[in-house]
């Protein structure tokens, strides 16, 4: 027998309490400026994938074949990975959060994106890219491109298909552009003290949160999964993503939440949550895929496994990081309908 722990929504507040000692202030403008370079650098990536994966469709739109969609859609898989820094992990930063919602729009409870493309594929006139800017953003992002290249998606389609495919693609290499361009500006430049100890535990809880919906909204209520609540479901890859959402969030914490703890003397803390990050990645389980996971019961388990280790994060950094930190983190249950 299992049992689902509740995945939860973490929002953060500080407290007026001086208990605990704030950072150094040298090691508050290393913090700083850690959580800046380490996001330009993923925005970077980011932008690089989807120019590369631009190309491609270009390549099998020109030359419709087996090979070149097989090309466009590993190009489009590389891209969705270099996104899941960015998924939940925008935090700190208005205009890029902003931006998101045109690159990712997700959860897609109603198939909005795949009727609303089915639409578009019939209109006489194609939009353009700038076009598809006033539209919903349900159709001009990283799942409508999967859509295209991967929902009954053969080569004989592509005609049909790939002037829609263009646009989208374009809209979406503008879309990257415009967060690489957001984050070039520090939103922490004039954060000190007990403040950006919340924006660093902020952008920790931040991300693992919309990681845990991306496990919690597929695997519904025992008995009952949401497959198609699976982000990257048509792809196939929502296990790969959710692994390679879990080591970017790894990633973050060593770089940031885990030297500010070590540099205020919890140790034993920083090196458990370490480890307890570490056990999160490991249990996720090999399959690309979650559907067959979803399906039976020990699959069901081996996620089970995934969700209760994002729980206990969940759990330690409100009950542990947050009083140790001198901040309140606040949990608000969600029970991913």
Not at 151 to 161: G, K, L
Request: charged fraction near 20%; charge should be negative.
């Amino acid at each position: 027998m299992f049992i689902q722990s509740p995945m939860k929504t973490l929002t953060l507040c500080v407290t007026l309490s001086l208990l605990s000692g704030c950072f150094s202030e040298a090691a508050v403008k290393e913090s700083e400026l850690v959580m800046w370079e380490m996001q330009k650098q993923s925005t970077k990536r980011f932008l690089d994938a989807a120019r590369a994966l631009e190309g491609s469709v270009s390549e099998l739109c020109e030359a419709p074949s087996e090979e070149n969609l097989n090309q466009a859609q590993s190009r489009w898989i590389e891209t969705m990975s270099a996104w899941q820094p960015f998924v939940g992990g925008n935090s700190g930063n208005e205009a890029a959060m902003s931006i998101s919602w045109n690159i990712q729009f997700y959860p897609d409870k109603k198939n909005t994106t795949g009727r609303q493309l089915t639409q578009l594929l019939k209109t006489d006139a194609v939009p353009t890219a700038e076009e598809l800017a006033q539209q919903s953003v349900a159709v001009q992002g990283l799942g409508a491109i999967e859509w295209l290249l991967f929902d009954s998606a053969e080569v004989e389609s592509m005609d049909m298909r790939c002037p829609l495919t263009l646009s989208v693609v374009s809209r979406t290499v503008k879309s990257a552009e415009e967060l690489d361009s957001a984050w070039q500006v520090n939103p922490w430049n004039d954060v000190t003290g007990k403040q950006l100890e919340a924006e660093t535990l902020r952008g920790v809880t931040s991300q693992l949160d919309a990681i845990s919906k991306t496990l919690s909204l597929p695997m519904g209520k025992p008995g009952f999964p949401k497959p198609y609540q699976a982000q990257a479901w048509r792809s196939g890859q929502s296990g790969a993503f959710l692994k390679a959402g879990l080591k970017s969030l790894q990633h973050r914490y060593k770089s940031t939440l885990q030297p500010m703890l070590v540099e205020k003397g919890h140790t034993e803390l920083a090196n458990r949550l370490d480890f307890h990050f570490e056990s999160a990645v490991e249990s996720v389980p090999e399959s690309m895929s979650m559907a067959p996971l979803l399906a039976d019961k020990p699959g069901y388990q081996s996620l089970m496994i995934v969700a209760n280790n994002i729980d206990y994060l969940q759990t330690a950094l409100s009950d542990e990081v947050g009083p140790t930190l001198g901040l309140v983190v606040g949990f608000n249950s969600t029970d991913g309908d």
